[in-house]
């Protein structure tokens, strides 16, 4: 008999939005703010959904209080989420056009064995890896590059033992790879955008009123 996975989403909402200029997750898009959209796909894909904001909002927002670092936030949005959870994801909220499709390819995945899943698209230009001055150090063959996006899926036991070590990164798939385990790439969507600059948003709210 087939295993069934109870999935569980952390939907990280708790940056205080440095480069955009204020807390970007709040924005609306449409009738809706951008952390309402990321939230209501999860819910849809998701036995139960953890959000986390940063800490001066929580109690508004009825949410958890974040940390100093996503990591950190990551972290206080896993201690809420239930032992039972064999599945969890992690969503960034200002990526709120996630789709089911996209949810279920990271799903299957870690359901099919694997550690960690994230969904990749390919990297259109060529990238350089420079020093702090400038100087560029290597160009590093863009066939083998993937832009990484969320939501992220992991084996529960072992996202919660890569972040009971208490390291910080970018994403949580890079916790996964530095303990040793195996992320694999999903496809991934051009359409699901990391909303990061004012730009963005407008991009944003541009499709949202085409849809």
């Not at 036991?157 to 009971?164: I, K, N, P």
Request: with cysteine.
């Amino acid at each position: 008999m087939p295993h069934v996975e109870t999935v569980w989403t952390v939907v990280v909402g708790g940056g205080n939005g440095q480069r955009f200029g204020k807390p970007k997750q709040y924005e609306l898009l449409g009738d809706r703010r951008m952390i309402d959209h990321s939230r209501a796909i999860a819910e849809q894909m998701s036995a139960g959904v953890v959000v986390v904001v940063p800490a001066s909002d929580a109690v508004a927002e009825g949410a958890i209080a974040g940390g100093d670092s996503r990591s950190a936030s990551v972290r206080a949005g896993l201690a809420v989420v239930p032992d039972d959870a064999t599945i969890i994801c992690v969503h960034d909220a200002a990526r709120p056009f996630a789709s089911p499709a996209l949810y279920a390819r990271v799903i299957a995945a870690v359901a099919a064995g694997a550690d960690a899943a994230v969904p990749g698209i390919a990297v259109a230009d060529t990238i350089k890896v420079v020093e702090a001055d400038g100087t560029v150090v290597a160009t590093p063959d863009r066939s083998t590059l993937v832009a990484v996006q969320t939501p992220q899926a992991f084996r529960a036991s072992v996202l919660r033992a890569a972040h009971a070590a208490g390291g910080d990164a970018t994403d949580d798939a890079a916790l996964i790879e530095q303990a040793g385990g195996t992320v694999v790439v999903v496809e991934g969507d051009h359409f699901n955008r990391k909303i990061t600059l004012p730009d963005d948003l407008e991009w944003a709210r541009r499709e949202m009123g085409e849809r």
